[in-house]
Structure formats: structure tokens, C-alpha cells
């Protein structure tokens, strides 16, 4: 285990035991017996993950002398984080106080959360792809009712994380994984601005612990897609890393910026391509396009030299705020009750924008070339997904330019969580931008 990780995790307030390595299945016996001692097992797995390392779990705790409940493999192909399925697991935990072993990645990881708290209990996973975040993240991406909510529930007690297994996972699961990394690129230069405009202090442990190392394990995007075991270990364990912070600090702000806000956005759209639902980590990816975009746009302007008055005089008051948002939302109506109560958590009165404008003309300077540093350029970005097999095109995922430039439109009402597309909002420069961006010779010109 890697020094980072043992100092992130003298931090976390969930997890407490981490194993990464080859050949690191069998250690799971040991561990369970260490987090849970003297409790019975239950091993949660889909028919894949039973196949390449469920049953290695359930042989290695049986031979440990772990007394185990018949396992719990979800049979349905087309198995995903959603509420009947959160109603399947419920019955077999109502029915027994053993404890579950979670071998999966994000499905299977986020509905053993979420049923364990909902049943009083901890639980420990067994990670087989790198594919994102939320393995040491606290809460799970559940659908229920059409919608994909988040539920507050405790992140694993141990994770056991075996790179060989998760090379061996389809290309995509890795690529997932790695647009979900690089998005914490981007998502860091919106918490110095967050913190710059005083809108969300800057935690300098939870941005390290993601931060440093993240460049080293994004360095070599192939590797990641020709399965290298060396380089799905890095990525893993920035993943990882990722969830800790979060814990550290219960809040996802370490990790996402204005690139999961599209992510949240399609969510709430019922995003499907070729008639399959997205991954999380591809749209995340073509978020942190969007995301990159903009801040190079940031970078180009004379932000010292902004009329802070005019940008105040041209502010709404809450009541045409909400009326914008009600327009721009139309018949549905949950998507704009969602945009209102998250915009309300932001808003500021004239007398507010302006300290926020005020502090950020001031710190711009030093400002400007932190977050030259932080990012990586718009082309290089795209690059590496492309290398990584992750989609590089909003088409790619099934948004059409037109729908890119309207989620644009719709971002700064998507989450409470400054970003820098609130600046292009509150400095008068959204149409501009994306007039840049769509129009002739843009990046994503619409013909």
C-alpha cells in the first residue's frame, strides 16, 4: 500500500481497510475476519463477477472457517442501480444478520451500500473493475422512480482491490474509469475558483489526496485500454483516493465539478444511446470536455479588468431567476423543482455578486496561472479518450450539438456547487462563449 493511501486513510471516516495488488482475492478472508469478527458472510455478486472472482471470495472466506449464507448472484443480464433491484437484495438481508461482501464494480458496489445501511449492517467489497469513483465514496447512485438520486449511506468498511482481475474487465469499464479520473483535473480548477469568490473553502488534505499522483496515473491512457496491470493498478488507485478525500470531508466537491453537472443533467434526461443507458464515467467524460473548454475560454479573458458594476446591474432577483428557470425547463416539472432548489442553495442578492466579482478581479492574477497549471489542454483531453476508448464526441454518447449547446444552457441550474460556468454566467459571457464554441469554425459547430 502506497504511503498516500495510508495517510488518506487515517482520514476516512468510513473505510478502514484497504488491500491493492495481484493476487490479492484470498486476502479477503483475512480482512473480513479483522473488520467483522465472528460474523457470518454473505457474497453479493451479478453472474459475471460470481464467475471471475465471486467464487475465488466464497472459497477463500469457506476455507478461512467463515460460516457463509448461500451467496446472493443477481441472474438478470441487464442488471443496473436501480430500486427493484435495491427490493431483491432487501428481502435476503431482512432474513439473515450476515454481513455482505459486495464483488463488483459500481451496480453491485452501490446497491450492497445502500441495502446494508437500509438493514443496519456494514459491508466490506471486492472490487473487479476500475471503472469509477465510487467504491470508497460515501453514498449510492440508485434509480428509483425514473430518477437517479443519490442516497446517504456509509462507504465499504474494507476494500479488497485485485488490478489483474480488473484488466481482464471489458475495455469500457476501464475507460469509464479513466474520463472518471480525468474529470478530476477540471473539477479542481472549480474549487479554486469556488474558494476564490468565497463560495466553497478550499480543503487543502481532500485536494491533495486526489490531486497528488492523479497526473501519474492518467500518463498513459493506452496501457489502461491494452489492459496493463501496472497502469489499471494507478488507476484504481487514484479512484480510490478519490472516494477517500470524499469521505474525509463528506462532500463529493473534491471530485466533481462542472463536468458531473452534465452528468447529473442527462441523468434527469433519461440519456440513452443505440437504446442502452450511458455510463456514468462516459458522460462524465464529454463533461470534462465541456468543462476544459471553458476554462481555457476563462484564461483568454481580462478578467482584472471586468466591470463589476455593469455585471450587478444586469443581475436577477430570485423571482426572475425562478421565472428563467421554469421557462427554460418547461413541462418538466421535476427537473425544474430539482433547478430551483439547487439554484436557491447559490444565489446571491446584487450585494453578493458583487464581493464575488470583487474577489475575483482581485485574486485573478495569481489566480489565472494556478489554474493554468492545473489543467490539461482541451486537445490533449480529447486525445486521451480517444486512446482510452472512452467517447471523445457528444454524438458519441448520443447528444447532438444542438442538445450539448442547450445542457450548456441548463448547467448553472443543475447543482448548488460553483463551478466555472457559473463565472461565464455571472460575468455575461455564456452567449459568447458558446457562440465560440457552436458557432462557425467552433469546436462543436452546428451545420
Given at each position: 500500500m502506497s504511503s498516500k493511501v495510508e495517510i488518506a486513510l487515517s482520514r476516512t471516516t468510513d473505510t478502514k481497510a484497504l488491500v491493492i495488488g495481484e493476487n490479492t482475492l484470498p486476502q479477503c478472508a483475512a480482512m473480513f475476519g479483522r473488520l467483522f469478527p465472528g460474523?457470518?458472510?454473505?457474497?453479493?455478486?451479478d453472474?459475471?463477477?460470481?464467475?471471475?472472482?465471486?467464487?475465488?471470495?466464497?472459497?477463500?472466506?469457506?476455507?478461512?472457517?467463515?460460516?457463509?449464507?448461500?451467496?446472493?448472484?443477481?441472474?438478470?443480464?441487464?442488471?443496473?442501480?436501480?430500486?427493484r433491484y435495491v427490493e431483491e437484495l432487501d428481502v435476503c438481508l431482512a432474513a439473515t444478520d450476515a454481513v455482505p461482501v459486495a464483488v463488483g464494480s459500481g451496480v453491485i458496489n452501490d446497491l450492497a451500500k445502500l441495502c446494508s445501511y437500509r438493514n443496519g449492517r456494514r459491508y466490506m467489497t471486492v472490487g473487479t473493475a476500475a471503472s469509477m469513483d465510487g467504491y470508497t465514496a460515501y453514498g449510492?447512485?440508485?434509480?428509483?422512480?425514473?430518477?437517479?438520486?443519490?442516497?446517504?449511506?456509509?462507504?465499504?468498511?474494507?476494500?479488497?482491490?485485485?488490478p489483474a482481475v480488473a484488466a481482464l474487465a471489458p475495455v469500457k469499464m476501464s475507460a469509464a474509469g479513466y474520463a472518471d479520473l480525468i474529470a478530476k483535473i477540471p473539477a479542481a480548477a472549480d474549487w479554486m475558483l469556488a474558494d476564490a469568490v468565497g463560495a466553497e473553502p478550499l480543503d487543502a488534505f481532500a485536494f491533495s489526496t486526489v490531486q497528488q499522483?492523479?497526473?501519474?496515473?492518467?500518463?498513459?491512457?493506452?496501457?489502461?485500454?491494452?489492459?496493463?496491470?501496472?497502469?489499471v493498478e494507478q488507476l484504481a488507485e487514484g479512484l480510490l483516493l478519490s472516494g477517500f478525500a470524499m469521505q474525509a470531508i463528506r462532500s463529493s466537491r473534491p471530485a466533481s465539478g462542472a463536468e458531473h453537472q452534465f452528468s447529473h443533467l442527462w441523468d434527469m434526461e433519461h440519456l440513452k444511446?443505440?437504446?442502452?443507458?450511458?455510463?456514468?464515467?462516459?458522460?462524465?467524460?464529454?463533461?470534462?470536455?465541456?468543462?476544459?473548454?471553458?476554462?481555457?475560454?476563462?484564461?483568454?479573458?481580462?478578467?482584472e479588468r471586468l466591470d463589476v458594476g455593469a455585471?450587478?446591474?444586469?443581475?436577477?432577483?430570485?423571482?426572475?431567476?425562478?421565472?428563467?428557470?421554469?421557462?427554460?425547463?418547461?413541462?418538466?416539472?421535476?427537473?425544474a423543482a430539482r433547478a430551483l432548489t439547487e439554484t436557491a442553495g447559490k444565489y446571491v442578492d446584487r450585494e453578493g455578486l458583487r464581493r464575488q466579482l470583487e474577489a475575483l478581479k482581485a485574486g485573478w492574477p495569481e489566480l489565472r496561472e494556478r489554474i493554468r497549471r492545473q489543467i490539461i489542454p482541451f486537445g490533449e483531453v480529447r486525445r486521451r479518450l480517444q486512446l482510452v476508448g472512452a467517447p471523445f464526441e457528444p454524438e458519441q454518447i448520443g447528444v447532438s450539438r444542438r442538445r450539448?449547446?442547450?445542457?450548456?444552457?441548463?448547467?448553472?441550474?443543475?447543482?448548488?456547487?460553483?463551478?466555472v460556468v457559473d463565472v461565464a454566467f455571472r460575468c455575461g459571457w455564456m452567449e459568447r462563449w458558446l457562440d465560440r464554441l457552436f458557432g462557425r469554425g467552433g469546436i462543436w459547430e452546428i451545420v
Open positions: 460474523r457470518r458472510a454473505v457474497v453479493v455478486a453472474r459475471n463477477t460470481w464467475r471471475v472472482a465471486g467464487v475465488e471470495v466464497h472459497r477463500a472466506l469457506a476455507g478461512a472457517g467463515i460460516a457463509q449464507d448461500e451467496p446472493h448472484v443477481f441472474t438478470d443480464p441487464d442488471l443496473y442501480a436501480e430500486w449510492a447512485s440508485i434509480t428509483r422512480d425514473g430518477n437517479k438520486q443519490t442516497f446517504d449511506c456509509p462507504a465499504p468498511l474494507g476494500v479488497v482491490f485485485d499522483g492523479l497526473r501519474d496515473a492518467l500518463c498513459d491512457p493506452k496501457g489502461v485500454r491494452d489492459g496493463s496491470v501496472a497502469r444511446f443505440e437504446g442502452d443507458a450511458v455510463s456514468h464515467g462516459f458522460k462524465v467524460g464529454i463533461g470534462t470536455l465541456a468543462s476544459t473548454a471553458f476554462l481555457e475560454m476563462l484564461l483568454e479573458e481580462r478578467v455585471c450587478v446591474d444586469g443581475w436577477k432577483s430570485w423571482e426572475e431567476t425562478a421565472c428563467d428557470i421554469r421557462r427554460l425547463f418547461g413541462d418538466d416539472t421535476q427537473l450539448f449547446r442547450a445542457s450548456f444552457e441548463k448547467i448553472p441550474y443543475m447543482r448548488s456547487r460553483y463551478s
